[in-house]
């Protein structure tokens, strides 16, 4: 039996919406906080959390959060309530990891159509990451050794090469060799990171422990770096616009600089030179980056998990497949979730919603 943790301080919604899922076949727990909620959630696991966003005791949206940070229940479904009709309330809520959003007043008929939707979604997930989880031992036999003695082997041949006619060599044509060993290394070295960052990260964070907040300098600074490393390996500078508002979100820079990476590797990996990749962070924390590459379908959205990649033998990708799966680990621990929208042909968007430090009271 499906368990549903309902979340709302108005009594009579609680009353309706229970007795109504109830009726459905639903095992229903209720709460009128969202620190309640957050017990609830954490003693019972359940399946499905609908919640309304704007509570005492704790919003939906700071609920979400501390959900999506606590390794229990960071896969949970969630669905958020309001009964202000403004998309930019929807929006926020979707960007900070809610899979689905109602606005009141909400049909029984309604109700019931999101939770089936909802349920049969976690199924899905649920058979993905178990399906992914069976194909990691024969996708690391596989994709690892390549990965790592490639550019091993590339660096060693370019090495001899070297040594053995380095006295008559051009200048010109020791520069390029000298170029290609390099790029070579920084293959070689952003495998062995990214696998020994996935390994690290199975060991989930303190339940409830943010990162501090990142001032907006040293924000734009870690977007910087990642940029720049992703574009040197690509040589895609001259395809990229990026724009950098101002803005303190919680993230860590280490974590923020390697997320920008992957993601713009991304980018330039699936979408052609001399089309445009744009990086964009608004004054309200969230980052966006564009491509008009050849984008993913449902299916391979739904399909994002550990060392996987897309078409491998059809577009000769290199790497493990590593990158989206740190980005979604990553921005976990800082509180959130990427939103990826993809369009076969026409390109991917990742937006990530930063959480914003707490202001003090006056």
């Known amino acids: 039996m499906n368990t549903i943790l309902l979340v709302d301080d108005d009594e009579g919604i609680l009353s309706a919406f229970g007795m109504a899922l109830r009726s459905s076949g639903y095992r229903v727990f209720e709460a009128q906080t969202g620190l309640a909620a957050l017990e ?5 696991l359940p399946d499905l959390i609908i919640s309304d966003i704007s509570m005492p005791g704790g919003d939906g949206e700071a ?15 969630v669905v958020l309530m309001t009964g202000q009709n403004d998309q930019k309330i929807s929006r926020r809520g979707m960007e900070a990891g809610a899979d689905d959003f109602l606005t009141k007043p909400i049909t029984l008929a309604a109700l019931l159509s999101c939770v089936e939707a909802r349920m049969k979604r976690a199924q899905v997930n649920w058979r993905v990451e178990d399906l992914m989880l069976t194909q990691l031992r024969s996708s690391l036999h596989s994709n690892l050794p390549h990965e ?16 053995a006619e380095l006295p008559g060599m051009p200048p010109d044509e020791t520069k390029e060799i000298l170029a290609d060993i390099h790029h070579s290394a920084l293959r070689l070295h952003r495998t062995l990171r990214n696998y020994l960052t996935v390994l690290e990260l199975r060991t989930p964070p303190d339940e409830g422990k943010l990162p ?5 300098k040293e924000v734009e600074h870690s977007i910087w770096s990642g ?20 803005c303190a979100i919680v993230a860590s820079a280490t974590d923020l600089s390697l997320m920008v990476e992957e993601m713009v590797d991304n980018a330039c990996s699936f979408s052609r030179q001399g089309t445009p990749i744009g990086i964009e962070l608004s004054e309200e924390g969230v980052l966006t980056i564009t491509d008009k590459g050849r984008g993913m379908s449902a299916e391979e959205l739904q399909q994002i998990g550990v060392f996987h990649q897309f078409e491998r033998k059809k577009y000769e990708q290199q790497g493990l497949g590593l990158g989206l799966t740190l980005v979604y680990k990553l921005a976990g621990i800082c509180g959130t979730k990427p939103v990826i929208t993809s369009q076969p ?18």
Do not use: W, Y
Not at 227 to 246: F, S
């Open 40 to 44: 609830t959630a954490k003693q019972q």
């Open 63 to 77: 609920l979400l959060h501390h959900i999506r940070q606590n390794p229990d229940l960071c896969s949970k479904q």
């Open 227 to 246: 940029v720049r490393a992703a574009v040197r390996r690509h040589r895609r500078k001259t395809d990229l616009t990026v724009e950098i508002k101002p």
């Open 148 to 163: 790592f003695f490639t550019p091993l082997g590339g660096i060693l041949g370019l090495t001899e090469i070297l040594r």
């Open 212 to 216: 501090d907040t990142l001032p907006p």
């Open 345 to 362: 042909g026409e390109g991917t968007q990742i937006r990530i919603a930063f959480m914003k430090p707490i202001s003090p009271r006056s």
